[in-house]
């Protein structure tokens, strides 16, 4: 995959967490799903090895850019890295109603 620009849309380090309160406790019910995505290009962040409670997916030595697709009565979620064969994720969810 071949991004116009890979210096400005990059990500340096990526986490998604699970649904959960504001307080981080795990609630798949009626929780918030965070995204956590460092937009840059020249470096990865070196301080994300310890996942935090909730933690459902890291990667913190990636490129790439993260696609989010609203839907009616949902979302979806695609990392996309710069280079062929790196990271990749992908999801999807409902949302509450």
């Known amino acids: 995959m071949t991004f116009a620009n890979s210096n400005t849309v990059t990500e340096a380090a990526s986490a998604f967490d699970a649904p959960q309160t504001p307080s981080a406790k795990l609630?798949?019910?009626?929780?918030?799903?965070?995204?956590l995505v460092g937009t840059g290009g020249k470096s990865h962040y070196e301080d994300f090895a310890t996942p935090i409670a909730n933690s459902q997916v890291r990667n913190g030595d990636t490129f790439g850019v993260l696609r989010l697709a609203l839907k009616t009565r949902g979302y979806s979620w695609t990392f996309m890295p710069a280079d062929p064969g790196g990271f990749t994720d992908s999801g999807s969810s409902m949302c509450h109603s």
């Open 27 to 35: 609630d798949l019910a009626r929780g918030i799903r965070e995204f």
